[in-house]
């Protein structure tokens, strides 16, 4: 063996082992032998003097290049090009080439803990029972192509059998299923479903293997509705999302929500849309099970990776919506978010330029407690709320504001103000003045070192540049993502102390992280720069690594990318290239999991193709109209034929301690 082999080899057994790499007798820095393994001490401390242990001090990433048609095999697979460079405290380096892994391609039958399998990725219905294609001669169980949030965690007392490491957890949720087996849309219209992954981590590598998989029971929580982002609780739960929440007051005309609800209960009429558009928590049991509940009282918005803050009980949500909201959810009581208050921002712009800046103030919406909206979910009738026009009705009980995109002219019935908070929460904020001109506000994290929120705004586009909620910026359509500073000692707009030292007080989009449109479609068919971010959504904070970790749902670059930026150098890295016509999703940064780090990362929708088509069904345009001729049978030969996706995960990374 190289003594750089012998270096690398004996580098990493120090990091997973936590124990100092001390050089050999003789030696001049390029040997070390492991201390701490027994033996006589004396003896030990006379062969080898003491010396201070050598830490990891910092990292870069080396970036890869965007994949193109002369490596069409890349473009329709999940393509790792990047490394890792870590520097140590001994002013020594190592590279550590980055991988792909992928613990399944949904549709792929995986270990149930029992002795048997399971579908991983399948559709259930409120009694448990699978969810069938009809349109497939054999009616074959519904999986999904949409994995996304995922959480990495451990428990104390784990008691799986089967496992020969340490066991990990993964909790993985799958937003829906793009499409069945005739081809007809079912976007939104089955129940999503949540699985808990039991995983064999390997004491020396790190590396995780399946074991179990477990399908949650949902049906306490009247089943969950297209769930997207995710983030882990500090407390070490699963907080999932419910996005795109059904309008109450239309319900009887929407189809979608129709064929959820027979999907569901048997029954179109049955579900409640009252229950969708909530904030889910799982908790994992030590037997590699899980349990789900709702917390009705953070508002029934688009959830998406709600950020919980240092605090434990300060909660910043992305608004994944036309016309949304920045919102914030303050418990009453740490790691319990069954109770608290929520409050809308305010915007007051500073700058219109390169995704703008503005000063952010915070309108109080209500106090309540979970068990108490979810009983006004159960009784109360949309009329009983809100009275919602789509045209003026030249009557001044009413008020103009922006709603999905459109006006409203709303009223709300007396006494029924909390109701209004919780259960028509994008309404009632923007009428109370709160800005509701967002676009598609994804991710939120946070840097915890500099007291930093940064939240993820897919598109400028619509309601942004139009005035709506005092917002006007001139874009780009590429999206931003936002730096948001959090102080403490803020007061309401109505004067009342805000119980939280976390609270957002401005807005500016990071200058690295602006996205660049593109006058015309490069070579490729590209809308947007191709070595810039491009509506970027998953986002994910590193505190060791010092670096913000961005995926993209964009529909202006053919592959969309997972990129690394750190934020003391301002440089951004691409990391990874998803299959084209697939979203990067389940992003999840893990920085110490029994002494290893991990990147999670999932994609969903591979190969949905973004193409406009003559009568006789010749492609003419649209972005992927340069590659879907050579990439849709690669892409249909890689997974399932486009019913399948993958969920794992990064190699490569040292431990960070």
Excluded at 606 to 622: F, L, M, N, P, R
Aim: charged share 20%; proline share 5%.
């Amino acid at each position: 063996m190289s003594e750089s082999l012998d270096l690398s080899r004996r580098r990493m057994i120090k990091f997973l082992s936590g124990a100092p790499l001390l050089p050999l007798a003789g030696a001049s820095g390029a040997s070390y032998l492991l201390a701490g393994c027994g033996g006589d001490s004396a003896t030990a401390a006379a062969v080898v003097p003491p010396t201070t242990p050598v830490t990891l001090s910092s990292v870069t990433f080396s970036p890869m290049s965007a994949p193109g048609l002369a490596n069409a095999a890349q473009m329709a697979t999940t393509t790792v090009g990047s490394a890792l460079s870590a520097t140590f405290s001994d002013g020594s380096k190592q590279s550590f080439a980055l991988k792909y892994e992928t613990f399944f391609v949904t549709g792929a039958q995986v270990p149930d803990g029992k002795g048997g399998t399971t579908l991983s990725g399948g559709f259930y219905d409120i009694n448990n029972k699978p969810i069938v294609d009809v349109t497939e001669p054999n009616k074959r169980h519904f999986f999904s192509d949409c994995p996304d949030g995922t959480s990495l965690l451990k428990l104390d007392a784990p008691s799986v059998a089967g496992v020969k490491g340490n066991t990990v957890f993964a909790v993985v949720q799958f937003e829906y299923a793009t499409r069945n087996v005739k081809g007809d849309s079912m976007y939104g219209m089955l129940p999503s479903p949540i699985a808990v992954l039991t995983l064999d981590q390997d004491k020396t590598t790190g590396a995780l293997t399946l074991v179990k998989y477990h399908n949650v029971d949902t049906s306490p929580a009247n089943g969950l509705w297209i769930t997207c982002g995710a983030s882990r609780s500090p407390w070490n739960t699963h907080l999932s999302s419910e996005e795109y929440e059904p309008d109450a007051t239309v319900i009887e005309k929407n189809s979608q929500f129709a064929a959820f609800s027979a999907n569901l209960y048997g029954d179109a009429a049955k579900a409640n849309p009252y229950h969708y558009g909530h904030m889910p928590e799982i908790t994992v049991n030590p037997d590699g099970t899980g349990s789900c509940k709702k917390h009705y009282c953070m508002g029934r918005i688009s959830h998406e990776l709600v950020q919980v803050m240092p605090d434990e009980r300060t909660a910043l949500m992305g608004d994944d919506a036309t016309n949304g909201g920045l919102f914030m959810f303050i418990a009453d009581k740490a790691r319990d978010l069954s109770s608290g208050t929520l409050y809308v921002a305010k915007w007051a712009q500073k700058t219109a330029d390169n995704g703008g800046s503005a000063d952010l103030t915070w309108i109080k919406l209500g106090s309540a407690t979970s068990a108490e909206i979810k009983a006004l979910a159960d009784t109360l009738k949309a009329a009983d709320i809100v009275s919602a026009k789509t045209a003026d009705p030249a009557d001044a009980s009413y008020t103009k504001i922006p709603f999905g995109g459109k006006s409203n002219w709303v009223k709300f019935a007396p006494g029924k103000e909390k109701a209004a908070a919780f259960l028509e929460t994008h309404r009632y904020a923007a009428f109370k003045g709160g800005s509701l001109g967002f676009t598609k506000m994804e991710g939120t994290t946070v840097n915890v070192k500099d007291k930093i929120a940064y939240s993820a705004m897919a598109y400028i586009s619509g309601a942004m540049k139009d005035g709506s909620g005092g917002i006007s910026i001139k874009g780009p359509n590429a999206g931003v993502v936002y730096a948001l500073n959090l102080k403490g000692g803020q007061k309401d707009v109505g004067g009342s102390a805000i119980d939280s030292d976390w609270v957002p007080v401005d807005m500016a989009a990071v200058p690295a992280l602006v996205g660049e449109d593109l006058a015309k479609p490069d070579a490729l068919g590209n809308l947007a720069h191709a070595d810039k971010v491009a509506n970027p959504d998953n986002i994910k904070f590193s505190e060791k690594l010092r670096t913000l970790f961005i995926g993209e749902d964009s529909g202006l670059h053919v592959n969309n990318f997972l990129w690394a930026y750190n934020v003391d150098t301002k440089v951004l890295t691409r990391l990874m290239s998803a299959p084209a016509g697939a979203e990067s999703t389940g992003l999840h940064a893990v920085d110490d999991i029994n002494g290893f780090a991990y990147i999670m990362s999932n994609f969903q929708h591979v190969g949905d193709w973004e193409v406009s088509k003559d009568a006789s069904g010749k492609v003419t345009g649209g972005l992927h109209s340069k590659v879907v001729e050579t990439l849709d049978p690669l892409v249909r030969a890689n997974y399932r034929d486009r019913f399948g996706a993958a969920v794992g995960y990064l190699t490569g990374l040292p431990t960070l301690k």
